[in-house]
């Protein structure tokens, strides 16, 4: 499924499987030649991404750039399919992730061993298929010019080091990866590279900002945020965290 949520910004829903998929967001110009994914997704969904990028009467060829914002496998795990559909596109990730992900160490991608071992030995992946290039390392409280519009990063660490929000403070909409959900729910803080403290601290940088719509990594879109959504969220989990 994919659907237009505002001017320029798409929604690709997940496609979960025994694992998840993530959400895409796609941040189009006027032109729609400037194309932006924010997130990848699972191994072997890259078809299905592009497919719905098509659907939403997009060329692949104008996407640009993919900005991560987490290299977990759920989200980078298809960027490498998308590369090779669309050469010329760029991988943005955030500092923190792009150091190991470049020097091949996957120990974040995975989460876990357990879950590394599976996915070698289930799905269609190689140590050396998820060895990326990063073009652009992002930094906290860069400010991205994406399809005409200003998007700030917000560097979020806890659910892993290098978790990114991007958020449009004119439309007031935040894209904060899998560190808050839908429903009041947040993203986990046992992988490795988790810190649950520093996931707290997070929670409460982004219940600062004012937020209408949330675009979250998994699960459903929220169009209408009420006042103090973050926050209330926070309160209800930090005594576990
Ligand atoms: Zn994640
Ligand atoms: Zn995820």
Redesign the pocket.
């Known amino acids: 499924m994919q659907k237009k949520l505002d001017e320029g910004v798409y929604f690709i829903e997940g496609q979960d499987d025994m694992i998840p998929d993530s959400n895409v967001y796609v941040l189009a110009d006027a032109s729609g030649e400037d194309l932006t994914l924010v997130d990848a997704g699972l191994v072997g969904k890259g078809a299905y991404k592009l497919e719905s990028i098509k659907r939403l009467g997009f060329e692949i060829g104008h996407i640009r750039r993919i900005i991560m914002t ?1 290299t ?1 496998l ?2 980078l795990g298809c960027a490498p399919e998308i590369l090779e559909q669309v050469p010329n596109a760029e991988l943005w990730v955030h500092a923190e992730e792009a150091e190991p992900l470049e020097q091949g160490d996957d120990r974040i991608v995975f ?1 876990m061993p357990a879950l590394r071992d599976m996915c070698f030995s289930q799905l269609e992946i190689h140590p050396e298929t998820l060895l990326l290039k990063v073009n652009r390392k992002l930094q906290d409280d860069e400010t991205l010019n994406l399809g005409g519009e200003t998007w700030r990063v917000v560097h979020i660490p806890g ?2 080091p290098g978790c990114i929000a991007l958020y449009n403070a004119s439309k007031k909409i935040l894209i904060p ?2 560190v808050v959900y839908s429903d009041h729910a947040i ?1 986990r803080f046992d ?1 490795h590279g988790a810190n649950s403290a520093a996931h707290r601290a997070s929670l409460y940088r982004l219940a600062e900002l004012k937020v209408d719509m949330l675009l979250p ?1 998994h699960e459903r879109v929220m169009e209408t945020v009420p006042a103090g959504y973050i926050e209330e969220t926070v309160k209800q989990w930090e005594q576990y965290m």
């Open positions: 987490h977990h759920d989200h989460g659910h892993s990866g899998d993203g992988l990594g």
